[in-house]
């Protein structure tokens, strides 16, 4: 490695994601390498840059699992014994995801690259302030959200088609067909329709299940002998979708099925505002197979057999599968545990614990007593079994209440949890960063719009001349002409609507989501116990429990652990918990510092 502390040699990266981009102004690939050229001539910031040794022009999503020029520009800073610069116009030309932000925040703290972000005047190496670094996270989760920015549009999209009864998406159950009909020339709708080959067996089980006379297995049998078959998924092979035949209804297929509520014209889908999963009326837009009274009766024979649906468990805690042992890193398993009373009549207290599983697939007693000893909260004498009246040595991890674990995670998710000052911050300077994307989207729209308005006239044009020629030569000619232009038209239309789409980016939603992400308390305790537990697999990578004792051998001591659970945060949530706003803001507001400063009480609050 060279003991140079500053790199002399650059990469230029610049990057559009798409074709259409890289022809536009201020954004599109000459501009910013003509910028970042210059930068390279006086030295970078820290005037050290002499020689450009490679320039890439990438057209790749930020988003794509393989960029295959952007992986060369890795391979090509790895190669070199000294740093190398490589150089950006705007911190979201460079990476909107996560896993790349490490890849090379690992080969900064190497000394072997620095990273140059020309727009926003920043630069970090090796020895770069905590709250460079800190900034440069930021900049990369504030691109990251404006990409997800866009799931806005589509939720209102969804919202839109649920209020009209459409089906917003998806494959629709046995029974229907997806359809796309051209209503008007170069108007494409997409429709649900029955099918006629595959919708009288799908009533058929309907009415017999009704009866209570059949079980799943009976039914199954009869509806195979009448032909009943389901499609199966296309099969990818080298690259490409091949079909397979159809198969012939399995019991399960028919559990499927009549638990569907999809065939009474009403369907399953999120509410986009709430995440929870409901019914929603179709208002006509397709055919309805059977009644509602018919399918509530069906549910009636269904609940009356106790037929088990999807594969849902009786029991669904709460934080099942999201712990992990401090001791010996297994999972936690939860348990439903009932006290009974004197007083037959009064009710049973029902507690959930969760317990070290004590890797009884992986691990046995001698590897306990290997790994901690012979003396620790994991020694116990056998009640029953082969093992009865012996010593028998499991995990140290004593068990715990799901009150228990849930306040400690409450205690965690309170840390995060900061003023209004930090959001109109970042307001201020998400409007800054992307005002100019605003006025280039309404450049595009306008140029959009003219092209599709002289196609149109140009259609009219062709419609009126193919009514009135006769010459057969000359109509197929127009025929030419009007095919080549409505894919042309629809390409146009759907550019409008993307554009006009991104127009609505507002960076109130974008803080909205970092007001989410900043009071998870307040967030977490307003929903139900189903949105609780997915909230906490989202925001946690791992969740480690420990609660024990263990007094080590050869001096080591007694460790004791009255109970504590530690957290590792997903991101963005680990950015926000451990950056300095004060220092963030004060860098990039020009020398003018705003003190921005973590609720001091909530940060000091202690956990249970």
């Known amino acids: 490695m060279s003991k140079n502390l500053y790199a002399e040699k650059a990469i230029i990266l610049a990057r559009v994601s798409t074709e259409e981009q890289a022809n536009e102004d201020r954004f599109s690939i000459p501009a910013q390498l003509r910028n970042m050229r210059e930068y390279v001539q006086k030295g970078g910031k820290f005037g050290t840059l002499r020689e450009i040794v490679e320039e890439f022009q990438i057209e790749e999503s930020a988003f794509k699992g393989k960029r295959t020029k952007f992986s060369q520009a890795l391979e090509i800073v790895k190669e070199y014994n000294e740093p ?20 090379y925040d690992k080969l900064r703290t ?37 990409s997800l920015s866009i799931s806005g549009n589509v939720k209102r999209s969804i919202k839109e088609k649920l209020a009209q009864g459409i089906f917003p998406g998806g494959l629709t159950p046995t029974g229907y067909l997806n359809q796309t009909e051209e209503m ?13 080959e595959r919708a009288p067996f799908v009533k058929q089980c309907f009415r017999l299940y009704v009866t209570g006379k059949y079980s799943l297995t009976q039914l199954t049998k009869i509806m195979v002998k009448a032909g009943f078959t389901i499609k199966t998924k296309s099969l990818r092979v080298n690259g490409k ?56 009766r069906v549910q009636e024979v269904l609940n009356d057999n106790n037929t088990r649906i999807n594969g849902h468990s009786k029991n ?17 398993t939860a348990e439903e545990m009932s006290r009974s009373y004197k007083d037959k009549d009064s009710p049973q207290a029902k507690t959930v614990y969760y317990h070290c599983s004590s890797g009884k697939t992986y691990h046995d007693s001698e590897w306990y007593k290997n790994e901690f000893g012979t003396n620790h909260s994991g020694v116990r004498v056998a009640k029953k079994g082969s093992s009865k009246g012996k010593m028998v040595y499991g995990c140290p991890q004593r068990w715990w209440t799901e009150e228990e674990v849930e306040q400690f995670l409450i205690g965690w998710m309170d840390l995060i949890n900061y003023g209004e000052e930090v959001f109109e911050g970042l307001r201020g300077i998400l409007d ?34 193919l009514a009135i020629e006769a010459d057969e030569v000359l109509k197929a000619d127009f025929r030419k002409q009007y095919e080549e232009l409505k894919p042309i038209q629809a390409q146009l239309k759907e550019e409008i609507r993307s554009h006009e789409e991104a ?63 530690n957290v590792l945060w997903k991101e963005p949530f680990s950015t926000l918990h451990e950056i300095n706003f004060d220092e963030f803001f004060a860098y990039y507001e020009e020398g003018e510092k705003t003190i921005l400063l973590k609720n001091q009480e909530v940060e000091a609050s202690l956990f249970p």
């Not at 490589?86 to 932000?101: A, M």
């Not at 690259?113 to 504030?142: C, D, K, P």
């Not at 638990?259 to 999120?270: A, I, V």
């Open 84 to 103: 190398v610069a490589v150089i950006f116009d705007l911190v979201d030309r460079f990476t909107r995801r996560w896993d790349e932000v490490a890849e």
């Open 110 to 146: 190497e000394g072997k690259v620095e990273l140059h972000f020309i727009g926003q005047n920043l630069a970090i190496y090796r020895n770069s302030q905590t709250y460079e670094i800190q900034s440069w996270e930021m900049f990369v989760m504030m691109a990251r959200a404006f």
């Open 184 to 196: 008007a020339p170069g108007v494409m709708v997409k429709m649900i329709v029955v099918d006629p």
């Open 241 to 296: 979708l091949k079909e397979r035949p159809p198969k012939p209804v399995t019991e399960s297929d028919l559990a499927r099925i009549l638990k569907e509520p999809f065939y009474t014209g009403k369907f399953y889908y999120k509410d986009p505002d709430t995440g929870q999963r409901e019914h929603w009326d179709n208002k006509g837009t397709y055919e309805p197979l059977i009644d509602w009274t018919t399918y509530e």
């Open 316 to 332: 669904k805690f709460k934080f099942k599968g999201l712990l992990t042992c401090g001791f010996c890193g297994h999972t936690l």
């Open 432 to 465: 800054r960063g992307y005002q100019e994307r605003m006025e280039l989207n309404r450049a595009k729209i306008k140029k959009a719009k003219t092209e599709y308005t002289k196609n149109e006239d140009l259609i009219k044009g062709i419609v009126r001349n």
């Open 503 to 565: 127009m609505e980016f507002d960076t109130d939603e974008i803080v909205k989501k970092f007001t989410y992400c900043c009071n998870l308390k307040d967030q977490y305790l307003s929903l139900d116990e189903e949105g609780q537990r997915e909230m906490v697999s989202e925001i946690f990578s791992k969740i480690i429990a420990t609660k024990g004792w263990v007094k080590r051998a050869n001096g080591g001591g007694t460790q004791i652990n009255d109970g504590f659970i």
